[in-house]
């Protein structure tokens, strides 16, 4: 196998309780890496979200205040609700689901 050196500068603390978690497990941090980087490759995406809050990128996408997200958030979920009781939407339990 060939391998890359990377070099990358981490907070100290959280680097010493980082492998201290790993010693537990059983891992190095350099198999631990070599985790995340392959589960990035398979999945083309990070193990764990990366976003902003909703209310972060509500207010600076749109400008709401956090009071008007809560609004919005109480009307799509009545929207959602009413859709449901009419039976326009319905669960997806498993591929037999989604036939019709």
């Known amino acids: 196998m060939s391998t890359a050196i990377l070099r990358t500068r ?3 603390a959280q680097a ?3 492998k201290t978690v790993l010693a537990r497990m059983g891992l190095t941090p350099s198999a631990a890496v070599n985790i995340l980087f392959a589960h ?3 999945r083309r995406a990070l193990p764990f979200a990366v976003a ?3 209310s972060d990128y509500a207010r600076d996408e749109y400008g709401l205040t956090p009071a ?4 919005a958030a109480r009307r ?4 959602i ?4 009781r009419r039976g326009e939407i319905s669960n997806i ?3 037999a689901s989604l036939r019709p």
Do not use: N
Not at 76 to 79: E, G, N, P, R
């Open 40 to 42: 990035i490759a398979s």
């Open 81 to 84: 609700a009413r859709a449901r």
């Open 68 to 71: 008007e997200v809560k609004a």
């Open 52 to 54: 902003l809050p909703d």
């Open 10 to 12: 981490v907070d100290r």
């Open 93 to 95: 339990t498993d591929i």
């Open 76 to 79: 799509l979920h009545a929207d």
């Open 16 to 18: 010493a309780a980082a």
